[in-house]
């Protein structure tokens, strides 16, 4: 299994240009999320999916689109790229299992890709 | 004020010392929590989850407090390769994640 794999790796775009950040996961899992990470914030939620065909918005959304057309791929859109989405971007994706009395659950994330926005 | 807050350190140790990070969690509804773990420019890992009867994993050693809505990892005996960030982590409900900010740990030989 390749996990959750993004591309690109590096992206650097000029202000008001778009761009599509891609993610795929080959581990069938149903939910995936975007988050974006900025130096002292933590990771902070952008869009996540719990299923083909349903997103839904996180914590920070404005300036970004997603969609879910299969279970695989999650992409996230930049409509027009300004200098405040200058980040890391994280892709990641999860599945629930019991085993007893306990819960598991795991977020796989992606290597991320890190843009720049001048 | 942030719904997850960590002392963002840094902390550097000696190999060989026992070292503990702390973290607040401020919405009471929360209902699983965990530490990952962040190498410098890599993807975050999960370490181990947190459990309210306290768990163990190895030398690290994972605590929750929901009265007090506190989280606590203790690294015994650390090694070269601890160095690294680690999140408190904190779901409410939906698979949602909410991550603090991270405290970075230096071990020293």
């Known amino acids: 299994n390749a996990g959750v794999t993004q591309t690109p790796k590096f992206q650097v775009l000029k202000t008001g240009q778009s761009m599509t950040l891609q993610c795929a996961q080959d581990m069938n899992h149903e939910y995936m999320s975007w988050y974006r990470q900025d130096p002292g914030m933590g990771l902070r939620l952008i869009h996540y999916s719990v299923g083909a065909g349903i997103t839904d918005q996180g914590e920070v959304p404005n300036g970004y689109n997603v969609s879910r057309s299969t279970t695989e791929d999650f992409p996230l859109r930049l409509l027009s790229a300004a200098p405040s989405q200058t980040s890391v971007y994280f892709c990641a994706s999860s599945s629930t299992f019991r085993q007893g009395d306990r819960a598991y659950d795991e977020q796989y994330f992606g290597p991320g890709t890190r843009l720049t926005v001048t | 004020r942030k719904e997850v807050e960590q002392d963002p350190g840094p902390f550097n140790v000696p190999e060989g010392a026992t070292v503990a990070f702390n973290c607040t969690y401020s919405?009471?509804?929360?209902?699983?929590f965990f530490w990952y773990r962040q190498d410098c420019r890599k993807e975050p890992k999960l370490l181990m989850s947190v459990y309210s009867s306290g768990n163990e994993d190895g030398r690290f050693t994972a605590q929750l407090n929901r009265a007090s809505q506190y989280i606590s990892l203790l690294i015994r005996d650390s090694k070269l390769s601890d160095s690294a960030t680690y999140l408190c982590v904190v779901k409410r409900a939906a698979r949602q994640l909410t991550f603090g900010s991270g405290t970075q740990l230096t071990v020293l030989p």
């Open positions: 919405n009471s509804a929360s209902q699983s």
